[in-house]
Structure formats: C-alpha cells, structure tokens
T-cell receptor
Framework: AQSVTQLGSHVSVSEGALVLLRCNYS??????LFWYVQYPNQGLQLLLK??????LVKGINGFEAEFKKSETSFHLTKPSAHMSDAAEYFC???????????FGTGTRLLVSP | DAGITQSPRHKVTETGTPVTLRCHQT?????MYWYRQDPGHGLRLIHY???????DKGEVSDGYSVSRSKTEDFLLTLESATSSQTSVYFC??????????????FGPGTRLLVL
C-alpha cells in the first residue's frame, strides 16, 4: 500500500531563511503527490500537486517541490520564509486511478522573527 | 474557496450518544470524503462516497456509518460515541472525473469532544 513519511514533526526557521520540509513516499506505481497547508483552526488548502507533467512543481505563496523518483522524495521548499508561513504542512499520495489520499503525519513550521 | 460547509462546527457530547455530522457542497462534485485528524496521525480516511447511495469504507471506519441521499449532502454518524472518537472531522470533495489526479477540497472542520 502507498504511504508517505514526513521527517520532523516540527521545523523551526528564522524569517528570511530557507524552508525545507521533507516528504518521502512509498508506492508501487507512479504516484500523484500533493502538499497541503493548514492554518490554525482551518481546513486544508492545496499548495501544489505533482501529476507527472513536470518534476519541479510550483505552488502558491512561493512554495515549490521537486519530484525525485530515484530518491522517492517530494520535498517542499521556499527560498525565504515569512511569518505568515507558520502553519502545519501535510504531504499526501494518491495512486493512479484511485480517488483516495493517504496523508503523512504533518510537519508544523515555526517561523521566528 | 470550494463551496463546502460542515455542521455543527463544534460539538460536545457524552459517551454512548449518537452523533451526526453534516457536510454540504454546492459544487455538484461526485466524490465526498470524511476524514478525522488526530495529533501524530495526520488525516485518516473514515468513509467516502462516489455517488448518491454509493459509499465505501476507509482506513478507520469502525464505529462510523455514512449516508448520501443527495449529491450535495454527506452525513457521518457515530452510532454510539466513545472518547476515542474525540477528534476534528473534515469533509472533502473532488470532481471524480479524471482517474485519480484530482485535487480534494476540504471543508472547515468539525471539532467533536466526547466526554
């Protein structure tokens, strides 16, 4: 069965620093991969998704992620963190032809001034 | 924002009582989902629906039932609530037309506390 692993339940960065949130997937077939963001007391909002069109995917709010098949990874990055980026981030995988998402356990991003 | 509402937004109930949560969409999407979110577990799928009266179990379906009598409404019922069902419940929808690459859009969540 497909799964995702997010390394680090909490990541702390300073404002202006690089953001790197890690996601590794396990799937027997080429997957569709998603990053969602959840702000406090809100639902999940799609940041970006990989559907095999391009390995480097650009999303909203300056985030991007690169699909690396050899490393089974889909890490999320942003060159310069803003205070408003503080939130919880979830990586998720969906196999081709199915409609069910499997989520990672999430990474809470803390941004300090 | 996707047109998804959940009701109630907050609920406190007692162990052993039945509870029904409602998800309503205005997008006419085929697929609807119920997830629960718990610390350290991320989101886990409870049940989903792929059409009116068509539902299936997810990863953590024990103790939950669902119904979908109209395209726009998906109900989640806890037949006899237990403290382990204290959680935040999210509804999601997707179009269901492109074979799996579709985005799921999430509602605002329902916070349930079972005493």
């Amino acid at each position: 069965a497909q799964s995702v692993t997010q390394l680090g339940s909490h990541v702390s960065v300073s404002e202006g620093a690089l953001v790197l949130l890690r996601c590794n997937y396990s799937s027997s077939v080429p997957p569709y991969l998603f990053w969602y963001v959840q702000y406090p007391n809100q639902g999940l909002q799609l940041l970006l998704k990989y559907t095999s069109a391009a390995t480097l995917v650009k999303g909203i709010n300056g985030f991007e992620a690169e699909f690396k098949k050899s490393e089974t990874s889909f890490h999320l990055t942003k060159p310069s963190a803003h205070m408003s980026d503080a939130a919880e981030y979830f990586c998720a995988v969906m196999n081709t032809g199915f409609q069910k998402l499997v989520f990672g356990t999430g990474t809470r991003l803390l941004v300090s001034p | 924002d996707a047109g998804i509402t959940q009701s109630p937004r907050h609920k406190v109930t007692e162990t052993g009582t039945p509870v029904t949560l409602r998800c309503h969409q205005t997008e006419n999407h085929r697929y609807m989902y119920w997830y629960r979110q718990d610390p350290g577990h991320g989101l886990r799928l409870i049940h989903y629906s792929y059409g009116v009266k068509d539902t299936d179990k997810g990863e953590v379906s024990d103790g939950y039932s669902v119904s979908r009598s109209k395209t726009e409404d998906f109900l989640l019922t806890l037949e006899s609530a237990t403290s382990s069902q204290t959680s935040v419940y999210f509804c999601a929808i997707s179009e269901g037309t492109s074979g799996g690459q579709e985005t799921q859009y999430f509602g605002p969540g329902t916070r349930l506390l079972v005493l």
